[in-house]
């Protein structure tokens, strides 16, 4: 009796052993991996930047089987005008009207699944969370050693962000701006 404990015993810590060393969590250099965003409307667009408060990717036999990733919304910069303009702009998007950056200071991506494709490029599903809204997210993430890259179009009046949404509001003329913005990932581990 006790020589059958003794070999399940055993037998679970090689199983949990070998578990805890397959399965990797992969750390994001926040300060050299890169979000940046675009947004348009009827008369042109605008870009710029959100800095990453934190990331990981979980490895599991060299393949993306989860992660999550925070977004610092309070550093949302406008890198294509400057001056009075640049300040203007940079405050109404941090404002209650488009991100409400006061009470939602981050916004987070969670990975609940991804799928290899092959060549480095993974099918990825998620959840984003903006302003206390969550909803699913699908992507190709393409990943290499020590960096992975994405393009997100996220559809922000999903997230109670509406301001000038022509969905939304009637006779906005040019001065509507579309509900589609892109960001533009790029990771560095």
């Given amino acids: 009796m006790k020589n059958r404990f003794l070999k399940g015993g ?20 926040v300060e ?28 599991e036999d060299e393949k993306i089987v989860g992660g999550e990733f925070v977004m ?19 405050g109404h998007l941090k404002s209650d009207d488009f991100f409400g950056v006061k009470n939602h200071p981050t916004s987070k991506l969670v990975i609940t699944s991804a799928a290899s494709k092959g ?17 699913p997210i699908t992507f190709d993430l393409k990943m290499n050693e020590d960096s992975a890259s994405t393009e997100l ?11 000038g949404s022509g969905s939304f509001f009637d006779n906005l003329g040019d001065k509507t701006i579309y509900d589609n913005f892109e960001l533009d990932v790029n990771l560095k581990f």
Avoid: C, P, Q
């Avoid at 060549?119 to 909803?135: A, D, F, M, Q, S």
């Fill in 10 to 29: 055993i037998a679970s810590v090689i199983v949990l052993t070998t578990l805890a060393f397959t399965n990797t969590k992969k750390e994001v250099d």
């Fill in 72 to 90: 610092d919304m309070s550093s949302i910069t406008v890198t294509d005008l400057s001056g009075e303009n640049k300040d203007k702009l940079e």
């Fill in 153 to 163: 179009t996220i559809d922000r009046s999903k997230y109670n962000v509406r301001y």
């Fill in 119 to 135: 060549n480095g490029v993974y099918g990825v599903v998620g959840e984003l969370t903006i302003k206390n809204e969550t909803h």
């Fill in 32 to 59: 050299s991996s890169e979000v940046t965003w675009t947004g348009e409307k009827v008369t042109g667009s605008h870009h710029g930047t959100i800095e990453l408060e934190s990331g990981y990717l979980m490895i």
